[in-house]
Structure formats: structure tokens, C-alpha cells
């Protein structure tokens, strides 16, 4: 079935490093790429998304990049800060339905 | 623009209660989801509805769990009888048909414990 691996599950990193998160899916008919941050006690939002159609997309500190053969996506932190912090997950869809399977998520630790 | 509200915040039961949550969409979304996040897992789709219709409920055990979306607005979502392993975070989330149409915006979650 669809599947989504997401590494590392953990990541700490000092203020002003980058971070990367990567991502495999299983089902070769996703196009839509979504990467959400949870904070403690809230529900996901959404951060930068991609689709199937393009490679690389950025907004201002992040950034996905996304290789359909290879069927890897990873999220790129730069510059990262304090309120970085939270868990990051990545998420996979077919283009016939809005179904978003979701990796198990990465805490990440952005250390002053 | 108000974001997708959901009640309670918090539910302490014990097995075999049960135990019901609300969810109001963003304005004007025709789509809202349910999901059911693990502690230290992703969320997991339960079933989604457009308008009032069921999309995809292929995930939701339906011999305790049942959801209706009355109207094509609220929700509820109901679990009868609860299981240990129901303690969880249910999500529900709302998306639009129109513009930036595979968005889906999440509410805060109601944090279900099974004892």
C-alpha cells in the first residue's frame, strides 16, 4: 500500500545551521508534497508544498526539492532559529484524491 | 479568516464509554477530513468527506466509530464503545474546491484519552 518514510526522527541543531529532513514515498501515481510543522499542543500547518511538476521550490529560509525517480523529497532549513523547534512531517497524494499519507514526523531541536 | 474550530480540547473516558467531537470547518470549505494522530506518529486519515457525502471512509473501524457531516458543515465524529487503543489526537481539517484546492488547513485537535 502507500507508504511514506520519513528520516531522521530526531534532529538538533545549533542556531544558524541547516537542517534537511528526507522523505520516500512508495506510490509512484503521488504529484502533490506537502511538508507540515506541529508545535506542542497544536495541529499541523502547513509550510511549502511541491508538485509533481517541478524540482525545487523556496521560500525565504525553506526549501523542497523533489527527484520523481528516485521518488525522495527533502525539506532544507537554512539559518535556522529557536522557534524552529517543533515537529516536521511530510506528506504524499495521488493526483485523484486529496488522501495525504504522512511520514512518522521529525522533532527537530534548534539549540540558541 | 477564522481557522477549522474543534471540542473538546481535551476527553478523559474510560473503555467501553463513548465519546463524541465536534469540528467546524473554515468558512466556505466544502471538503473536511478526520484523522486520528498516534503519540509520535504521523496523522492518519479516518474519513473525508465533500459537502454532506462520504469520499473516503476506507480507514474508519465502523464497528465503533461513525461520523456525520450534516448539512456540508459541521461535524462529529462519535466512538462507541472506546478501546485503549483509541488514546490518541483526532485532527480534523478543511480544505476548498477552488483556488490552492489540495490546501488542507488543521484545527488544534482533541486530545482523547482511553483509561
Known amino acids: 500500500g502507500e507508504n511514506v518514510e520519513q528520516h531522521p526522527s530526531t534532529l538538533s541543531v545549533q542556531e544558524g545551521d541547516s537542517a534537511v529532513i528526507k522523505c520516500t514515498y512508495s506510490d509512484s501515481a503521488s504529484n502533490y508534497f506537502p511538508w507540515y510543522k506541529q508545535e506542542l499542543g497544536k495541529g499541523p500547518q502547513l509550510i511549502i508544498d511541491i508538485r509533481s511538476n517541478v524540482g525545487e521550490k523556496k521560500d525565504q529560509r525553506i526549501a523542497v526539492t523533489l527527484n520523481k525517480t528516485a521518488k525522495h523529497f527533502s525539506l532544507h532549513i537554512t539559518e535556522t532559529q529557536p522557534e524552529d523547534s517543533a515537529v516536521y512531517f511530510c506528506?504524499?497524494?495521488?493526483?485523484?484524491?486529496?488522501?495525504?499519507?504522512f511520514g512518522t514526523g521529525t522533532r527537530l531541536q534548534v539549540f540558541p | 479568516e477564522a481557522g477549522v474550530a474543534q471540542s473538546p480540547r481535551y476527553k478523559i473516558i474510560e473503555k467501553r464509554q463513548s465519546v463524541a467531537f465536534w469540528c467546524n470547518p473554515i468558512s466556505g470549505h466544502a471538503t473536511l477530513y478526520w484523522y486520528q494522530q498516534i503519540l509520535g506518529q504521523g496523522p492518519k486519515l479516518l474519513i473525508q468527506f465533500q459537502n454532506n457525502g462520504v469520499v473516503d471512509d476506507s480507514q474508519l473501524p465502523k464497528d465503533r466509530f461513525s461520523a456525520e457531516r450534516l448539512k456540508g458543515v459541521d461535524s462529529t465524529l462519535k466512538i462507541q464503545p472506546a478501546k485503549l487503543e483509541d488514546s490518541a489526537v483526532y485532527l480534523c481539517?478543511?480544505?476548498?474546491?477552488?483556488?490552492?484546492?489540495?490546501?488542507?488547513?488543521f484545527g488544534p485537535g482533541t486530545r482523547l484519552t482511553v483509561l
Open positions: 506528506a504524499a497524494s495521488r493526483r485523484d484524491t486529496d488522501k495525504l499519507i
Open positions: 481539517a478543511s480544505s476548498s474546491l477552488s483556488g490552492r484546492a489540495r490546501e488542507q488547513f
